[in-house]
T-cell receptor
Framework: NAGVTQTPKFRILKIGQSMTLQCTQD?????MYWYRQDPGMGLKLIYY???????DKGEVPNGYNVSRSTTEDFPLRLELAAPSQTSVYFC???????????FGQGTRLTVV | GQQVMQIPQYQHVQEGEDFTTYCNSS?????IQWYKQRPGGHPVFLIQ?????EVKKQKRLTFQFGEAKKNSSLHITATQTTDVGTYFC???????????FGAGTTVTVRA
């Protein structure tokens, strides 16, 4: 059982470039989340989704976009990357609201 | 808006000692969860508390949810080197579907 899979694990971007962080889960979970974690800091919610076709903003959505065309996939898009987006990005899923969240291994992104 | 403070930010513990980390909210929480993140790893779920005054134990870990459902604590007894990491509380509210996290308590252990 793969759980939550994130790709890539590491990426270096130049300022102004764009990229998509992939997240897929095989547990048929409705709820999915994207977080960023800056060094020594907590997890900040970027976007979340309560099901296919439904997404909503979290605490820090500026500079990011998401889509949820299927239950399994919840990609995070960065347009015009900035150094402030250097962070570790975690995707998570849960079967219902307010239940255990399962995390992917994370994507370490550096913008230079 | 929702404000949850987690204290302390850092905890340096002698092996064998006990420690406690706290999460305090300005508003009532529908539930609280606790996660552990090992250095370089991803958060892993430990437990969820839902009821007012609830207490749950996992071996050396004791979790409490306050009577007013505004605060929670994690108490670890006889700390071991395997307890190293960052402990986060996470919470939802009754009026949205977000899962938000406290700032975390990073624990280091002196052998």
């Amino acid at each position: 059982n793969a759980g939550v899979t994130q790709t890539p694990k590491f990426r270096i971007l130049k300022i102004g470039q764009s990229m998509t962080l992939q997240c897929t889960q095989d547990m048929n979970h409705n709820y999915m989340y994207w977080y960023r974690q800056d060094p020594g800091m907590g997890l900040k919610l970027i976007y979340y989704s309560v099901g296919a076709g439904i997404t909503d903003k979290g605490e820090v959505p500026n500079g990011y976009n998401v889509s949820r065309s299927t239950t399994e996939d919840f990609p995070l898009r960065l347009e015009l990357a900035a150094p402030s987006q250097t962070s570790v990005y975690f995707c998570a899923s849960s079967p219902q609201v307010n239940t255990e969240a399962f995390f992917g291994q994370g994507t370490r992104l550096t913008v230079v | 808006g929702q404000q949850v403070m987690q204290i302390p930010q850092y905890q340096h513990v002698q092996e064998g000692e006990d420690f406690t980390t706290y999460c305090n909210s300005s508003t009532t929480l529908s539930n609280i969860q606790w996660y552990k993140q090992r250095p370089g790893g991803h958060p892993v779920f430990l437990i969820q508390l839902v009821k007012s005054g609830e207490v749950k134990k996992q071996k050396r870990l004791t979790f409490q949810f306050g009577e007013a459902k505004k605060n929670s604590s994690l108490h670890i007894t006889a700390t071991q080197t395997t307890d190293v990491g960052t402990y986060f509380c996470a919470y939802g509210t009754s009026n949205d579907y977000k899962l938000s996290f406290g700032a975390g308590t990073t624990v280091t252990v002196r052998a």
